[in-house]
């Protein structure tokens, strides 16, 4: 259901304007209608006059029912489903182990892994950690240009996993709004959704965050996209 209700959402401008084909042909008909039943000499063509304008009066009353079904799920239904926020039980699950790839016996029994950079946001006062296949989005990248329902593909990939979600911020001080959430490790892989067609248009903060088993933040990776007006 949630994913027809998205569906339809989508498609709000191309529903409204069949809608408003069907409903000038109808008006246009029901118009014609009145004025053969008022000239109408005969019981007869009286009679099927009436029957055309019974006809254009409910095929009208249905566009109506339907653009107000299309104007309900795009503006009140789609947003919650796509924006709400799903804290899952954390589920153990495997995850990728980085392998050294050189001599053992030239790396210090204590070395880290040094991170892979990554195209990411540079912000003065504002952390971001995006490494790949560990803890990134991978699409939209960082300053694409973005409209309408936006699939975020990334990587989820730390140690003592718990939990992640993903949200947005207009520039400036940030004012986190939460778009989704999950619980299993992903690798370049769709984490969900964001509905960006009631955004203003500009340049907006996406951020990733990983919890771990204990609920504390482990890493972010924030990007910056720009949010385009649907045409």
């Known amino acids: 259901m949630e994913l027809v209700i998205k569906f339809l959402a989508s498609l709000e401008v191309p529903i409204y304007l069949i809608m408003v084909v069907v409903g000038i042909v109808y008006l246009r008909r029901l118009i014609i209608g009145l004025e053969e039943r008022r000239t109408a000499i005969f019981g007869l063509e009286r009679e099927a006059a009436r029957r055309r304008v019974t006809a254009a009066i409910s095929v009208l009353g249905l566009v109506g029912l339907l653009t107000l079904a299309e104007f309900s799920i795009a503006t009140f239904l789609a947003p919650p489903i796509i924006e709400q926020a799903s804290f899952a039980t954390p589920t153990p699950d495997a995850t990728t182990t980085v392998t050294p790839t050189l001599d053992p016996t030239f790396i210090p029994e204590n070395a880290t892994k040094t991170p892979t950079p990554f195209p990411q946001a540079q912000i003065d ?3 971001s950690q995006c490494e790949a296949e560990v803890l ?11 409209s309408g329902v936006v699939e975020i593909v990334g990587s989820v990939n730390m140690p003592n996993l718990g939990s992640y979600y993903y949200d947005y ?3 400036g001080e940030p004012d986190w709004q939460t778009i989704a959430a999950g619980s299993m490790t992903r690798l370049k892989e769709s984490l969900g959704f964001w509905y960006t067609n009631d955004l203003t248009p500009g340049p907006y903060m996406l951020r990733l965050v990983a919890l771990d088993n204990d609920g ?11 949010v385009l ?3």
Not at 136 to 146: G, K, L
Not at 217 to 226: K, N, T
């Open 216 to 226: 504390k933040e482990s890493g972010a990776c924030v990007i910056v996209v720009h």
């Open 125 to 127: 006062g504002l952390e």
């Open 169 to 171: 911020s207009t520039m």
């Open 229 to 231: 007006a649907e045409e």
């Open 136 to 146: 990134a989005i991978n699409s939209p990248e960082h300053d694409a240009e973005v």
